[in-house]
């Protein structure tokens, strides 16, 4: 196994230009579940939409900026002039999974067939543009109650997508032992071999190299560029 460093996922992301009904120009609103992101900004600049119990919060990102948010963090990127990040995300393939969840009004989140469908990958930029469009339709009633000082609409999206991803969490757990728990144990075994003095560790060091997998995709947030990196 020689994955990237503590089994994360890597991929560039350029933010949505397009316009959304409060005409703000950005991506499409969503949390995480079990992982934690991080963006590493660089070059352009825009900010970052959060949404957590404490309240609303809108980061500015510029180049050498590095923000990160944990699971329950509803997120929407904004694009101002030409933002472009690297994202390092925790667990490799478990967003992809599932693990991410749209901020769709109610009705969708109730519905797993409706969510699938709204939450398919686009095939165009229409497509795109109305799944980030449904999720804004889902996101603005919970940020304005945020501002206003009420987290309940924010605690029933978290309970809404922990009932939308339950029934898929047995299939992950395959993936994050095979990933980040197994990156994890390897640096356990490398450290009694050291405390040891065994070096036969050593000798399976060696260089990989990965190019984009995918270029130009849809990504939640923007058109992503995406890294396959096999564990």
């Not at 994955?3 to 703000?24: N, Q, T």
């Not at 992101?37 to 500015?60: C, I, K, S």
């Not at 065994?198 to 849809?218: F, K, M, N, Q, T």
Request: charged share 25%; net charge negative.
């Amino acid at each position: 196994m020689f994955p990237l460093p503590g089994g994360i996922g890597l991929s560039h992301l350029c933010a949505y230009e397009w316009e959304a009904a409060d005409g703000v120009c950005g991506g499409s609103p969503h949390l995480h579940l079990a992982c934690t992101e991080a963006y590493v900004v660089t070059g352009g600049r825009g900010a970052v939409q959060t949404l957590d119990v404490g309240g609303y919060r809108e980061t500015e990102l510029e180049s050498g900026v590095v923000v990160w948010f944990a699971p329950g963090t509803v997120h929407r990127m904004v694009q101002r002039d030409d933002l472009r990040i690297t994202v390092l995300m925790q667990n490799s393939g478990l967003p992809e999974a599932g693990d991410a969840v749209f901020t769709f009004p109610p009705p969708v989140l109730a519905d797993p067939d409706a969510y699938a469908e709204a939450a398919a990958m686009p095939a165009d930029d229409d497509a795109a543009r109305r799944r980030r469009d449904l999720a804004i339709e889902g996101y603005l009633p919970i940020r304005d109650a945020l501002v206003a000082g009420d987290p309940g609409p924010l605690r029933d999206f978290h309970r809404a997508a922990v009932a939308l991803v339950a029934p898929k969490v047995e299939t992950w757990l395959p993936r994050w032992r095979a990933g980040a728990l197994a990156a994890a144990e390897l640096t356990g075994e490398h450290l009694r071999a050291l405390a040891n003095g065994d070096a036969s560790h050593l000798e399976h060091s060696g260089v990989r190299i990965a190019g984009p997998s995918e270029e130009d995709g849809y990504g939640m947030c923007g058109r992503r560029t995406e890294y396959r990196i096999d564990m």
